[in-house]
């Protein structure tokens, strides 16, 4: 037998996944989803790369497309510029597909590229970098057995991350309590010792901000650590000011002391995790609420050892790569600032490059919204699928008609590939090389098992032979991944020690910051990597409403369908397609068990299924977000991230379809 390692190519968890070269057995996966990783390799696959012409797509030879988008790109940039071109990265290929995508669009002079970590966690990198000074995941996840208290908000992880679920079941059998917040009994929460069910979604900063009132008015915060490792203690202290026992009562329609049990027993475990998702960063007000959760951690001294862990698990297998390599129109590689004068000189030293733009270039909605005004002459997206993703599914179809060059690198044919000038054939998942980093900054090498069908080739080959063919100043010919891994190596210091021949050899992964030896897996043991080497409190701000008084919409997540490209059956592609209704609620509103509704917001209507249940709080509808979800999301507004509010939409009516 001879068995392959392969990082999955679903969640961020980070799975290895072991394959018999000889026999084509899969083995090791951690759930359903990885389980069924080889139907992906047949699923609508594209054979070869393909040209519309017309309203049809014909096929052609590489060479004919790649010199076809390298003189339209060139005509584009001739007439309008760097900035009229955008990138939509890909948070499912590797790390060196993504740091050539950046590469490429900053010899284009654009900033404008971003990825799906902007639908996802941006807010948490966002909130963790400035408190703290990496936005990442702190502890491996295999510490969560060490933590005594587990808090779990906005996050499904025995749907999501199925093999940290089990992490968490280890933890309540050596007597951890698991704390569980969501505005739905989820999977999750059915195993929870507490299950807090929000009345409303959106309003977990202020549960969490109550919660820290109740510790320090129960004097059980962490003096010693406060004093030596954090700044703003004080003023955090007074921010709270407007959280007393009666309004904390009033806004979340919870007993204080019940909110004030919690609270102390997640303080007195002595040690504790928190986890959260979508249901957080989605939203709003999420800065607030992941400022919230900072506050929490560091008011107990719960970070910088084992068992203490923050932990915004990352969402696809390379969000956090994606990420690392500066697939984001704010950083370089390894988060260096474009408007940062010493490390743009540096990359132009090492890519042999003119000068590098200093303007932060678009995000991914900005991108789209920008697109849709016919702003954006060519759009480049590797592996992302925003007719369905992202939000306002009308809005994206005009932004993909308006724009002029619209190429899509897809492993199969998506509903995003059906509006492009070229479709570049991909490779996927073991059909390629290359490194992957896992939500706990655990890079890992996946091995090449099968060709890939037809004349397909990996995303790194195509953007190769295209920024040759475009003649981009700067740009250089890459022979394999590990030729890229090296450049990457001196690009991103937190990447300098992970070569490609030390990575191959790491049964386990190696996990960054990396600079020589890499073993140093829980952050900020000794001090934060802050200028100051503290950590920093946020003011809590005073709780606000937004007046809305009607019906809000939730989506979220089933374990049998992975985001818009997989169900694993027949049932699970349908079970996409209904909207959960509170009992009372659909008395009230006349809707029965099965019928079909139509959902509308200010954005566009849908019809679903109604499925009623008692689970959902009452004025809250929840939609799996997998197939029309996001024909009823809007495209604004956008948080402090540029996140949309793929959570908490205002619905303007819910009825039965017959009452029409
Ligand atoms: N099976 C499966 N696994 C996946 C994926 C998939 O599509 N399918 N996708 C992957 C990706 S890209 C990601 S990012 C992760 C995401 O994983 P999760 O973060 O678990 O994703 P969601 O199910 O969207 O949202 C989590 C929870 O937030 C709750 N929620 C909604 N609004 C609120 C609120 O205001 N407050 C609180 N406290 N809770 C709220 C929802 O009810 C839901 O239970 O999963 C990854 N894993
Ligand atoms: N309403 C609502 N909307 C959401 C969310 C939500 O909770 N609610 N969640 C958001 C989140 S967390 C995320 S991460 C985004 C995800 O948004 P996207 O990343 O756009 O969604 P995916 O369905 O993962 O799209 C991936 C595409 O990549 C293709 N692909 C797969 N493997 C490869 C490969 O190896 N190479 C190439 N080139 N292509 C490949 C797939 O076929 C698919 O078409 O969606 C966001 N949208
Ligand atoms: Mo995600």
């Given at each position: 037998?001879?068995?392959?390692?392969?990082?999955?190519?679903?969640?961020?968890?980070?799975?290895?996944?072991?394959?018999?070269?000889e026999?084509?057995?899969?083995?090791?996966?951690?759930?359903?989803?990885?389980?069924?990783l080889?139907?992906?390799?047949?699923?609508?696959?594209?054979?070869?790369?393909?040209?519309?012409?017309?309203?049809?797509?014909?096929?052609?030879?590489?060479?004919?497309?790649?010199?076809?988008?390298?003189?339209?790109?060139?005509?584009?940039?001739?007439?309008?510029?760097?900035?009229?071109?955008?990138?939509?990265?890909?948070?499912?290929c590797?790390?060196?597909?993504?740091?050539?995508?950046?590469?490429?669009?900053?010899?284009?002079?654009?900033?404008?590229?971003?990825?799906?970590?902007?639908?996802?966690?941006?807010?948490?990198?966002?909130?963790?970098?400035?408190?703290?000074?990496?936005?990442?995941?702190?502890?491996?996840?295999?510490?969560?057995?060490?933590?005594?208290?587990?808090?779990?908000?906005?996050?499904?992880?025995?749907v999501?991350?199925?093999?940290?679920?089990?992490?968490?079941?280890?933890?309540?059998?050596?007597?951890?309590?698991?704390?569980?917040?969501?505005?739905?009994?989820?999977?999750?929460?059915?195993?929870?010792?507490?299950?807090?069910?929000?009345?409303?979604?959106?309003?977990?900063?202020?549960?969490?901000?109550?919660?820290?009132?109740?510790?320090?008015?129960?004097?059980?915060?962490?003096?010693?650590?406060?004093?030596?490792?954090?700044e703003?203690?004080?003023?955090?202290?007074?921010?709270?000011?407007?959280?007393?026992?009666?309004?904390?009562?009033?806004?979340?329609?919870?007993?204080?002391?019940?909110?004030?049990?919690?609270?102390?027993?997640?303080?007195?475990?002595?040690?504790?995790?928190?986890?959260?998702?979508?249901?957080?960063?989605?939203?709003?007000?999420?800065?607030?609420?992941?400022?919230?959760?900072?506050?929490l951690?560091?008011?107990?001294?719960?970070?910088?050892?084992?068992?203490?862990?923050?932990y915004?698990?990352?969402?696809?297998?390379?969000?956090?790569?994606?990420?690392?390599?500066?697939?984001?129109?704010?950083?370089?590689?390894?988060?260096?600032?474009?408007?940062?004068?010493?490390?743009?000189?540096?990359l132009?030293?090492?890519?042999?490059?003119?000068?590098?733009?200093?303007?932060?270039?678009?995000?991914?909605?900005?991108?789209?919204?920008?697109?849709?005004?016919?702003?954006?002459?060519?759009?480049?997206?590797?592996?992302?699928?925003?007719?369905?993703?992202?939000?306002?599914?009308?809005?994206?179809?005009?932004?993909?008609?308006?724009?002029?060059?619209?190429?899509?690198?897809?492993?199969?044919?998506?509903?995003?590939?059906?509006?492009a000038?070229?479709?570049?054939?991909?490779?996927?998942?073991?059909?390629?090389e290359?490194?992957?980093?896992?939500?706990?900054?655990?890079?890992?090498?996946?091995?090449?098992?099968?060709?890939?069908?037809?004349?397909?080739?990996?995303?790194?080959?195509?953007?190769?032979?295209?920024?040759?063919?475009?003649?981009?100043?700067?740009w250089?010919?890459?022979?394999?991944?590990?030729?890229?891994?090296?450049?990457?190596?001196e690009a991103?210091?937190?990447?300098?020690?992970?070569?490609?021949?030390?990575?191959?050899?790491?049964?386990?992964?190696?996990?960054?910051?990396?600079?020589?030896?890499?073993n140093?897996?829980?952050?900020?043991?000794?001090?934060?990597?802050?200028?100051?080497?503290?950590?920093?409190?946020?003011?809590?701000?005073?709780?606000?409403?937004?007046?809305?008084?009607?019906?809000?919409?939730?989506?979220?997540?089933?374990?049998?369908?992975?985001?818009?490209?997989?169900?694993?059956?027949?049932?699970?592609?349908?079970?996409?397609?209904?909207?959960?209704?509170?009992?009372?609620?659909?008395?009230?509103?006349?809707?029965?068990?099965?019928?079909?509704?139509?959902?509308?917001?200010?954005?566009?209507?849908?019809?679903?299924?109604?499925?009623?249940?008692?689970?959902?709080?009452?004025?809250?509808?929840?939609?799996?977000?997998?197939?029309?979800?996001?024909?009823?999301?809007?495209?604004?507004?956008?948080?402090?991230?540029?996140?949309?509010?793929?959570?908490?939409?205002?619905?303007?009516?819910?009825?039965?379809?017959?009452?029409l």
């Amino acid at each position: 037998m001879s068995l392959l390692r392969i990082a999955c190519h679903f969640c961020g968890f980070g799975c290895y996944i072991y394959i018999d070269k000889e026999t084509g057995f899969v083995s090791g996966s951690g759930c359903a989803k990885g389980a069924s990783l080889s139907t992906l390799l047949n699923k609508d696959r594209v054979f070869a790369p393909l040209v519309r012409i017309g309203r049809r797509f014909s096929e052609a030879s590489w060479s004919t497309v790649i010199l076809s988008i390298a003189s339209e790109l060139r005509k584009v940039l001739k007439v309008y510029g760097g900035d009229s071109v955008a990138f939509l990265g890909c948070s499912k290929c590797s790390n060196e597909e993504n740091y050539l995508l950046q590469k490429f669009a900053r010899l284009v002079g654009s900033n404008n590229i971003d990825n799906s970590a902007r639908l996802c966690h941006a807010v948490s990198a966002k909130v963790l970098t400035k408190a703290l000074g990496f936005g990442a995941q702190t502890n491996p996840f295999e510490d969560l057995v060490y933590s005594k208290a587990i808090l779990v908000i906005g996050y499904n992880p025995v749907v999501s991350h199925p093999p940290l679920a089990s992490l968490l079941m280890r933890a309540r059998g050596r007597g951890a309590q698991l704390i569980v917040i969501d505005v739905r009994e989820s999977e999750t929460a059915r195993i929870a010792d507490v299950f807090i069910r929000l009345w409303r979604p959106g309003l977990d900063y202020a549960l969490l901000n109550c919660m820290a009132k109740a510790i320090v008015l129960k004097g059980l915060y962490n003096r010693g650590f406060i004093e030596k490792r954090t700044e703003g203690f004080e003023e955090f202290v007074k921010s709270l000011e407007p959280y007393t026992p009666a309004s904390c009562e009033e806004l979340l329609n919870i007993p204080w002391s019940t909110i004030a049990s919690v609270a102390e027993s997640f303080a007195l475990a002595g040690s504790g995790s928190i986890l959260w998702g979508m249901g957080v960063t989605q939203q709003l007000l999420a800065e607030r609420t992941v400022e919230a959760i900072v506050n929490l951690a560091l008011l107990l001294g719960y970070i910088g050892k084992k068992g203490c862990g923050l932990y915004p698990v990352r969402g696809q297998n390379n969000v956090q790569g994606a990420c690392d390599m500066g697939a984001l129109p704010e950083f370089l590689p390894g988060y260096l600032r474009v408007g940062d004068e010493e490390a743009r000189r540096r990359l132009e030293r090492l890519w042999n490059s003119d000068e590098l733009s200093a303007e932060p270039g678009l995000t991914a909605i900005e991108i789209i919204e920008s697109a849709s005004r016919g702003k954006i002459r060519a759009l480049f997206i590797v592996g992302e699928n925003p007719l369905l993703s992202y939000p306002n599914s009308e809005l994206v179809a005009k932004a993909l008609r308006n724009t002029e060059v619209v190429v899509v690198s897809d492993a199969r044919l998506s509903e995003t590939a059906s509006y492009a000038d070229y479709i570049i054939a991909a490779a996927t998942w073991a059909e390629k090389e290359g490194s992957y980093t896992s939500s706990e900054r655990r890079v890992m090498w996946s091995f090449k098992v099968f060709n890939p069908p037809g004349s397909a080739v990996p995303d790194w080959l195509f953007l190769t032979m295209l920024g040759e063919a475009a003649g981009l100043r700067g740009w250089r010919r890459y022979d394999s991944p590990e030729e890229v891994l090296r450049e990457i190596n001196e690009a991103v210091p937190i990447y300098r020690g992970i070569t490609p021949e030390r990575l191959k050899e790491s049964e386990s992964g190696l996990t960054w910051p990396c600079n020589g030896v890499c073993n140093s897996s829980v952050l900020y043991v000794n001090g934060f990597a802050t200028a100051s080497g503290k950590a920093r409190f946020s003011s809590a701000s005073a709780p606000a409403g937004d007046g809305f008084k009607g019906f809000r919409l939730i989506t979220f997540r089933l374990s049998e369908c992975y985001n818009t490209y997989l169900c694993l059956n027949s049932e699970a592609y349908s079970e996409a397609s209904i909207v959960l209704v509170n009992r009372l609620d659909a008395e009230e509103l006349g809707i029965i068990d099965g019928e079909k509704v139509l959902v509308s917001t200010p954005c566009g209507e849908v019809v679903l299924r109604a499925r009623v249940v008692d689970s959902i709080s009452r004025g809250v509808v929840a939609v799996p977000w997998h197939r029309e979800a996001n024909s009823i999301t809007c495209e604004e507004p956008l948080n402090n991230a540029k996140t949309p509010l793929l959570k908490n939409v205002k619905v303007v009516g819910i009825r039965p379809l017959k009452a029409l």
